[in-house]
């Protein structure tokens, strides 16, 4: 004789929504801040490297997920430092890794794009980060990265915000 085991009230909900969290066709949109440390400060760091050199910003992203995995991104920002006001933008692909049973997903990311400051440069960048959907809609998110300009020396970047999805 055979016992059926039926699931716990609400557990295929639960299971639907996990299943949805990350979609294909999404749609979001970013508001994050930025830290941004040279690449001398990065190879010999210290606290007071970190303190004096680290350049503060923030900035806006839209993204947009082809397949649940694959995604484009386009992002723009401003640093505190001198110059123009948005500071660079910039484009990625994006490659994510949604773990289905708790709202994380890992990314990696990767692409270039054009800064508008003191040294006008192309720049090209790489990096990963992971992302927490506290709802289908609401997250946050961090991410470094490292930042390869043409012109100058590289830099690496980091990123803390939240996003919402459509």
């Not at 969290?21 to 001398?40: F, H, K």
């Not at 990696?108 to 506290?134: H, N, P």
């Amino acid at each position: 004789m055979a016992l059926a085991l039926t699931p716990a009230w609400g557990a295929d909900e639960v299971a639907n929504q996990l299943d949805t969290t990350y979609r294909a066709g999404e749609l979001s949109v970013d508001a994050y801040g930025t830290a941004a440390l040279g690449q001398y400060s990065l190879n010999h760091l210290s606290g007071d490297r970190v303190r004096r050199n680290t350049v503060l910003g923030g900035g806006l992203g839209v993204n947009y997920f082809f397949l649940q995995y694959l995604g484009a991104g386009i992002e723009t920002d401003s640093q505190n430092g001198p110059g123009a006001f948005v500071s660079s933008a910039a484009g990625n692909v994006i490659l994510r890794f949604p773990l289905g049973c708790c709202g994380l997903a890992p990314y990696v990311l990767g692409g270039g794009g054009y800064r508008f400051d003191e040294v006008k440069t192309s720049f090209g960048q790489a990096g990963g980060g992971v992302e927490f959907r506290f709802t289908p809609h609401w997250g946050l998110f961090a991410d470094a990265r490292a930042v390869l300009p043409t012109d100058t020396k590289s830099y690496g970047l980091a990123r803390f915000g939240v996003r919402y999805a459509f």
